[in-house]
């Protein structure tokens, strides 16, 4: 059983030693403490500006000698993502003035949420994966602009694609916190994650390596690639672009790449405070199971609205596009049109009629 952590008890001499030290850390505590406690917003505003200036010039400073183990604990407990978490809740107290200084602290606040939980696919390096795709625009010009179309999972034709969504529902999270002034921030913080999935090999010795036996189903076909008219584009994605985190200036961008994994169940109570990334994104119905996917989730503040083309770059690439049967040889053309001189190899799939009705069979175009 998970133990509680035990409540902080703020004695007027741990109040007195916080305000003496004069550090990211003991603001931010001030901060919580005027906040939560004391609901003095203006002054847990004071501290909140005052534990930001400090990090910002000293990043999370620790080297002091404590007068108290009490002080000593909050220091132990202090963690970096909380206090941008703390900055956009008091900030949107302050709302409409302090409306986009508290969305870029919880935009901060999830730029920092980790996902700690092992992840078999750093062990790999480069991978090969496949993505059944149709005939919009928007997969067209993926390939023009060499580029990977990212969605909200709320586009996504299953409603429970990404539980996220369900926790993150703004009437949901009223139920769970004491004071939802700060929800409409958060959740709109909450929309800069986007996700694109992809397709491996279910043999254990060819996950995430090149398997064509995935051309041959005509499921993925029917259901991703518009009933056989559109393509499948194999992928080489390598670690550092899999891997990639930087804040420029205050755009805050990061991607993870994880198997999804496959539940029969998740009793998400009403009471659930906090989600990981990886319950929040990586999980799916075992009714999905065959699908085999691999996600890429990728939180980039760069752009507001449900989808965004990120550049396929540090050595990330379209290895191959094989075109459906069904594919025209109109919109066969304008894709390798789009890409002329470029190293991709294109392919077609045909039926094998005189053995296996049921069969798809790759042969070069």
């Known amino acids: 059983m998970k133990r509680k952590r035990k409540s902080i008890r703020f004695t007027k001499a741990l109040i007195g030693e916080l305000e003496l030290t004069n550090s990211c850390v003991s603001q931010y505590w001030l901060a919580h403490y005027y906040y939560y406690k004391v609901k003095e917003t203006s002054k847990a505003k004071y501290y909140i500006d005052k534990a930001l200036r400090l990090y910002n010039t000293n990043g999370v400073n620790i080297s002091y000698a404590f007068d108290s183990v009490e002080v000593l604990s909050l220091y132990n407990q202090f963690k970096e993502k909380n206090l941008f978490g703390l900055a956009g809740t008091i900030y949107s107290m302050f709302s409409p003035s302090l409306y986009d200084i508290s969305l870029d602290s919880f935009k901060h606040y999830f730029y920092l949420l980790q996902n700690n939980i092992p992840n078999e696919i750093n062990a790999v390096g480069d991978v090969i994966l496949y993505s059944f795709r149709s005939t919009t625009k928007y997969n067209k010009s993926d390939i023009t602009n060499n580029t990977l179309n990212m969605a909200r999972p709320t586009t996504m034709n299953d409603p429970f694609d990404s539980i996220a ?120 119905s075992a009714f999905w199971e065959k699908e085999n996917e691999v996600r890429l989730l990728s939180f980039n503040t760069q752009e507001d609205g449900p989808y965004f083309q990120e550049p396929l770059d540090n050595g990330a690439a379209v290895v191959e596009i094989i075109f459906g049967y069904k594919s025209t040889k109109r919109f066969r053309n304008s894709i390798i049109k789009s890409v002329k001189g470029k190293s991709i190899i294109f392919s077609f799939m045909d039926m094998v009629k005189y053995d296996n009705v049921y069969k798809l069979i790759k042969r070069p175009l």
């Not at 994650?193 to 041959?216: N, Q, V, W």
């Not at 076909?221 to 393509?231: D, N, R």
């Open 165 to 284: 969504y369900i926790w993150n529902d703004l009437e949901h999270l009223k139920g769970i916190v004491k004071d939802p002034s700060h929800l409409s921030v958060f959740v709109k913080a909450f929309e800069y994650f986007r996700i694109r999935s992809f397709i491996t090999s279910s043999k254990p010795g060819l996950r995430y390596k090149e398997d064509d036996t995935i051309l041959e189903d005509i499921l993925m076909w029917s259901h991703y690639a518009e009933s056989h008219k559109g393509m499948c584009v194999k992928y080489r994605l390598t670690p550092e672009y899999f891997s990639f985190r930087t804040d420029n200036n205050g755009t805050y961008h990061y991607r993870e790449l994880r198997p999804i994994k496959y539940v029969k169940k998740d009793k998400l109570k009403k009471t659930v405070r906090g989600i990981n990334t990886q319950r929040a994104f990586f999980q799916k």
